[in-house]
T-cell receptor, first 115, second 113 residues
Framework: AQKVTQAQTEISVVEKEDVTLDCVYE???????LFWYKQPPSGELVFLIRRNSFDEQNEISGRYSWNFQKSTSSFNFTITASQVVDSAVYFC????????????FGGGTRLMVKP | NAGVTQTPKFRVLKTGQSMTLLCAQD?????MYWYRQDPGMGLRLIHY???????AKGEVPDGYNVSRLKKQNFLLGLESAAPSQTSVYFC????????????FGPGTRLTVL
């Protein structure tokens, strides 16, 4: 069975601070995919990134960066110079190559960025 | 191109009533999914479909039924609603499985009194 843990249920920062959201996963599969989704106050889920288990390169997209470490089963997400618009719930999710592409979600981290 | 749409956006039911949630996608995706979101628990998969005419159970299927008569539509039914089914329901679709990125609809907030 798969499991995703987001230990930080809520984080509050002041605008322009950097913030890292932690994600730890468990799976026995050697081939798997990790995702991050953003859920702003409006409620929809917005896809941010997908990373497969064979690609441990870190990725940067503007102010967003992701650090994937198989040795610690972690896929952490950092927002640099946070902005109020970054306020949202962020979900980490895991999928393995079976069971109909089911996503296993973490419980989410609520990020509040204060002006 | 609307992506994934869900109808209705909000609904209030009394215990024992039935209803159907409609999900539609215009991306010609093969796979479709229904999730529920409860506070502090992330999203959990209810049922999914790997193609027109197919359905399969997810993590929390009890109390729900689904149908995929057309490729673009995926219906979620509650035959006899219970307060425990109060939740936000999300539909998603992906081009393929294996695992392809899932794109989500805006959600339906359901309250069962």
């Amino acid at each position: 069975a798969q499991k995703v843990t987001q230990a930080q249920t809520e984080i509050s920062v002041v605008e322009k601070e950097d913030v890292t959201l932690d994600c730890v996963y468990e799976t026995r599969d050697t081939t798997y995919y990790l995702f991050w989704y953003k859920q702003p106050p409006s409620g929809e889920l917005v896809f941010l990134i997908r990373r497969n288990s064979f690609d441990e390169q870190n990725e940067i997209s503007g102010r967003y960066s992701w650090n994937f470490q198989k040795s610690t089963s972690s896929f952490n997400f950092t927002i640099t110079a946070s902005q109020v618009v970054d306020s949202a719930v962020y979900f980490c999710a895991l999928s393995v190559n079976n069971a109909g592409n089911m996503l296993t979600f973490g419980g989410g981290t609520r990020l509040m960025v204060k002006p | 191109n609307a992506g994934v749409t869900q109808t209705p956006k909000f609904r209030v039911l009394k215990t024992g009533q039935s209803m159907t949630l409609l999900c539609a996608q215009d991306m010609n995706h093969e796979y479709m999914y229904w999730y529920r979101q409860d506070p502090g628990m992330g999203l959990r998969l209810i049922h999914y479909s790997v193609g027109e005419g197919t359905t399969a159970k997810g993590e929390v299927p009890d109390g729900y039924n689904v149908s995929r008569l057309k490729k673009q539509n995926f219906l979620l039914g509650l035959e006899s609603a219970a307060p425990s089914q109060t939740s936000v329901y999300f539909c998603a679709s992906s081009l393929w499985g294996g695992p392809d990125t899932q794109y989500f609809g805006p959600g339906t907030r359901l309250t069962v009194l």
